[in-house]
């Protein structure tokens, strides 16, 4: 039973839920779709136990945030990073391929579960939000790794279009791991033109 509970935590943690409201959130939809879930989860057909999909940004693991640390320093948010980089980016999506992503799809739902008016309704969308990671974590090897592939590539431009201008001095932009990570090709423009330049 504890094993199940844990599945399900870490779904509504992925999920964006406060651990606060995950009781006032329980509800027939999102018990039964925790309950497939746990089941599902816990062990394949093999019986070999599985990791609960988890949301986050791409490439971020815990590892790259604790090198990149500064001893003493506040802790980095790299959750408020990546949100804020969804809500530049994700409602103007016009790409198919972007609007349907993982990333964006969450975002979606997790700014309709904000405005959401009645508990009901927060209890479905968070049902849609866990079904969405579910979903998510049910695909082959294959699928995973290109989606991963695709979901840095789409960081990475949420990262150019964001760190412009004024903004370019934010935290998000100047973070050493955010810009290792979705800073880009690193350009060699000015060693090149510096090579290319005649002796005096």
């Known amino acids: 039973m504890s094993q199940g ?36 989860q816990a062990t394949t057909a093999e019986g070999v136990k599985q990791a609960a999909p988890k949301g986050g940004l791409p490439a971020m693991t815990p590892a790259k945030k604790i090198s990149n640390a500064v001893p003493g320093a506040v802790t980095t948010p790299y959750t408020a990073f990546r949100l804020k980089l969804q809500a530049s980016y994700c409602p103007h999506a016009t790409a198919a391929a972007e609007k349907d992503s993982l990333t964006c799809k969450a975002y979606e739902i997790a700014q309709k579960m904000k405005a959401a008016k009645s508990e009901e309704e927060k209890k479905v969308l968070t049902a849609d939000r866990l079904k969405l990671f579910y979903d998510s974590g049910k695909r082959s090897e294959e699928d995973k790794k290109a989606a991963a592939v695709a979901a840095k590539a789409l960081y990475t431009k949420m990262f150019a279009g964001y760190c412009t201008g004024s903004k370019a001095a934010e935290a998000l932009c100047t973070n050493e791991l955010m810009k290792k990570l979705y800073g880009g090709p690193k350009t060699h423009a000015s060693s090149t033109a510096a090579a290319s330049k005649p002796a005096a």
Do not use: D, Q
């Not at 995950?22 to 309950?35: H, N, Y």
């Open 5 to 40: 509970w844990e599945i399900y935590a870490s779904f509504f943690n992925c999920a964006g839920a406060h651990s606060h409201s995950v009781t006032a959130m329980l509800g027939g939809v999102a018990l039964s779709l925790c309950a497939l879930s746990a089941a599902a």
